[in-house]
């Protein structure tokens, strides 16, 4: 995928179907390329065909942007879930996809204000500094301030329906399913990407939490400035820093590590025991870090943000708890509250389901469980991976194709093992106590 300005984007159902169809053609071809190579004795191995093929996908999602894009953002943040060369090409959606050439960026603010960028800033530079998903980036001054103007690409939010509608048959078909089981889980989903497309609704929310956590020690949050802002453009503070992949390459002392660790997870854990919502977001392309005042972290990107129902935090909270772990009426209480556990299961299914989650909840929840953890140790991250490759490889749960347990925990699950996914990079040691508002408004 060349990193030239895009000039146009598949917007239409047809267009973006083509598109699908097209990376389909372009797949098939590498396969056949690959053993026809190997029938005639030339190398080919394996990860030669993944990684054409990979760059076949990447490309075509940058291309399309938009929801398929974020499916790829979630995918990378899954390494063990893919073979090295697509963790590798979908890593690049978490930091820059192709950008909109000039004229389609300057369309857009005509659209939303009557009149270009040029005029609306003192200054605005064409070129995208980040590209992603949904939107990019661009540099803008006004009265002496940068400004961060995120543009959201032309269609997005009227691909996301029939984008998920694409993805849909192919993921029945692998999984074995029939659209009724699955149905909660898509509709969660879908509702959180539509959410994203709405600028308004990110910058509200950004401030609001922004405000609600002013008072944790070491993060930043951009202010936002309605004015400059519509549906589909944002604009906010230019804020400093490095994201996550570039920060380490400075080598920072370990107290910074730990540190901005342990910003991080205090502003996770404050959001969801006393907030009850969660930036839902955590890759790496949303925190920009710094090594002054011996660390501080920079906080983007509030479009996906996981509001979560009383009764589901508490579950959430429940399951979790030492106590659990170690009672299994409690723990079959919780699973059945929970949907996992069914009236209906036989015997057998029923064990294997509560053997399944008790090692599972023990691993998972273990952070919680310490006053101190260690994410620099590699292990743990390790075992839990491990964890996934057991589950998957075991012949009786590989039968049970059906999802099953509230579809609420889709985001909650991904933000865990985001956040600890980006604490275990950093390399972080940190206190697992949880803030109170007392200590957040000191």
């Not at 047809?14 to 590498?30: D, E, L």
């Amino acid at each position: 995928m060349s990193d030239e300005p895009q000039t146009s984007l598949p917007t239409t159902k047809v267009a973006r179907a083509a598109r699908f169809a097209k990376t389909g053609i372009s797949v098939g071809a590498n396969y056949v390329k690959h053993y026809a190579k190997r029938a005639v004795g030339a190398e080919s191995t394996t990860e030669d065909l993944h990684a054409a093929n990979a760059a076949e996908l990447y490309g075509a999602l940058s291309e399309m942007k938009g929801s398929v894009l974020k499916v790829a953002q979630m995918l990378a943040m899954e390494k063990n879930m893919l073979p090295t060369a697509y963790a590798d090409q979908f890593a690049k959606a978490q930091y820059q996809t192709p950008p909109l050439s000039g004229p389609l960026v300057v369309k857009a603010f005509r659209d939303a204000f009557g009149q270009s960028p040029y005029t609306l800033f003192d200054e605005f530079e064409p070129e995208a500094r980040q590209a992603a998903s949904i939107g990019q980036v661009h540099l803008a001054r006004k009265d002496g301030r940068p400004l961060a103007v995120k543009v959201q690409y032309p269609g997005v939010a009227a691909s996301i329906k029939s984008d998920i509608n694409l993805v849909k048959p192919i993921a029945l078909r692998v999984m074995g399913l029939s659209e009724s089981q699955v149905r909660p889980y898509l509709e969660e989903v879908e509702a959180r990407l539509l959410e994203e497309t709405d600028y308004q609704l990110e910058l509200r929310r950004g401030q609001e939490i922004a405000a609600q956590c002013q008072g944790l020690p070491h993060l930043e949050f951009p202010a936002y400035y309605p004015e400059y802002s519509t549906a589909r453009i944002l604009t906010m503070d230019w804020l400093g820093g490095q994201h996550l992949k570039e920060f380490l390459t400075t080598n920072p002392a370990p107290e910074v590590r730990n540190q901005l660790g342990q910003a991080l997870w205090d502003f996770y854990q404050f959001q969801f025991n006393t907030l009850h919502r969660l930036h839902a977001d955590p890759h790496p392309g949303n925190f920009l870090l710094r090594a002054e005042n011996g660390g501080t972290m920079g906080v983007l990107d509030f479009g996906c943000v996981k509001d979560v129902p009383q009764d589901v935090y508490e579950l959430f909270t429940a399951l979790l708890a030492p106590e659990t772990i170690v009672d299994e009426a409690r723990l079959a209480s919780l699973l059945t509250q929970a949907g996992v556990l069914r009236a209906t299961d036989a015997p057998a299914m029923r064990v294997l389901y509560l053997r399944t989650l008790q090692v599972s909840l023990e691993l998972v929840g273990r952070p919680f469980r310490q006053a101190t953890f260690d994410f620099g140790d590699p292990t743990y991250m390790a075992a839990l991976y491990a964890l996934g490759d057991d589950l998957m490889a075991d012949p009786e749960l590989r039968k049970q194709r059906e999802p099953r347990g509230s579809e609420h925990f889709i985001y909650l699950n991904r933000t865990y093992v985001g956040l600890f996914a980006l604490l275990t990079e950093l390399g972080a040691v940190i206190e697992t106590h949880v803030p109170t508002v007392a200590e957040v408004t000191v």
